[in-house]
C-alpha cells in the first residue's frame, strides 16, 4: 500500500505551516495540508494525530531532554546551573528550526486556543523541572522558584531568538537573559 | 420585584463553592448554587455572569491594583521594587480571603479547564506588569524578565499562603520569595 514517500513528515509541517499562516489556523482543514504537501490524509494521520499536534510535536523531547539534563548535572552543581544546562541542551534540539520556530509563533500569536496550549506547555516545563530539582534533593520553595525562573528566562531567550531582528545563538540567549534576570532581582 | 437580599453576593460564592468541592466544577448548576445560596437564578446572573466567573471575579481588581501600583512607584524605585510593591498591593485584596482562596485553590486544581484558566490570569498579570515597565522606561529584556520573575515570585508565595500548614502573612511571603529567587539565581 504505502510506497516511500521522502520526508514526508517535514513535507506536512512546512505545508500546514503556510496554511496556517494564509488562513489562521481554525480555517485549516487535514485534507488541505495533506493536499499542499502532495500526500494522503492518511500518510497525514501516520504522522500526527491532529492538526494542533503539527505545532507541538517537539513539547516531549523539550521536556525530556530538559528533565533529563537536569537529573544528569554534577552533584555539587548548583540548582540554577541544572536547570540552564538544561535549558541549553533543550535549545540544542531547536537550534536548526528557527524559521519554523517562528512562522509557529505567528501562528500561535494569532489563535486564542493556542496561545493557552503554549501556556500550558511551559507551565508543564516548569511543573517537570522542579519535580526533576526535588529528585536531586532541592526543597521548596527553591525548587519551584529555580524551575520558575528557568522558564522565565528561557520564555525570554525564546521570544528573542524569533525576533527577525536578532541572529544571537539561542543558548547565548538563554546565558544573557539569566544574567539579566539576576541582574533585576538584584535591583537599584 | 426584587426584595434586599442581605449578602447575595457572598451567599451565592460560599455555595458555589462548597457545591465545586462537593460534587466538582462540571457537574454544578447555576440553579443548583442559587438554590444552596436560598436565592434565585435571576440573582446569581445580577452578579456573576457564569458559575466560572464565580472563581475569578477577583483578577481585574488585582491586575488594576497591581499595575497602578507599578505605574505609582516613586520614580527612582528599581523595577523589580516596583512590581514587589504592586503584588504587596494586590496581596491585599486577598489578605482576608484566605478560607475562600484555599476553597478556590481545591477546585481549579481538580479541574484542567479552571487550570488553563489559572495560568492564563497569571500569563495576563505578567504581561500587564512588563507593559507597565515599559511605561515607565524600563527596556526589553529587562521588563518581560522583572514581570516574570515577578509572577513567579507571587505564584510561589501564594501556594505557600493556601498551604493549610502555613500561617505567614501573604506580603510577608511575597519577600521571602524574592530573596529566595535572588539566592536561587545567583547559584552556587
Request: proline share 33%; net charge negative.
Given at each position: 500500500m504505502s510506497r516511500w514517500q521522502p520526508n514526508a513528515r517535514g513535507r506536512l509541517e512546512q505545508a500546514a505551516l503556510e496554511l496556517y499562516s494564509e488562513r489562521g489556523f481554525d480555517q485549516t482543514t487535514v485534507a488541505e495540508i495533506a493536499e499542499r504537501a502532495g500526500l494522503t490524509e492518511r500518510t497525514f494521520f501516520r504522522h500526527f494525530a491532529d492538526k494542533r499536534e503539527v505545532l507541538f510535536w517537539g513539547q516531549s523531547a523539550l521536556l525530556d531532554t530538559l528533565v533529563k539534563t537536569v537529573a544528569d548535572?554534577?552533584?555539587?552543581?548548583?540548582p540554577i546551573d541544572a536547570v540552564v544546562a538544561g535549558l541549553e541542551a533543550a535549545a540544542g534540539l531547536l537550534q536548526e528550526r528557527r524559521p519554523q520556530a517562528r512562522q509557529r509563533q505567528a501562528v500561535i500569536a494569532a489563535n486564542a486556543g493556542l496561545q493557552e496550549r503554549e501556556l500550558i506547555k511551559l507551565a508543564t516545563l516548569a511543573s517537570a523541572t522542579a519535580d526533576a530539582l526535588r529528585r536531586r534533593g532541592v526543597k521548596d520553595p527553591a525548587a519551584s522558584l529555580t524551575a520558575e525562573a528557568g522558564v522565565a528566562v528561557f520564555k525570554v531567550a525564546f521570544e528573542r531568538w524569533i525576533d527577525k531582528a536578532n541572529d544571537s545563538d539561542l543558548r547565548q540567549l538563554i546565558r544573557e537573559s539569566l544574567e539579566e534576570l539576576k541582574a533585576v532581582t538584584r535591583g537599584a
Open positions: 548535572a554534577p552533584d555539587p552543581a548548583a
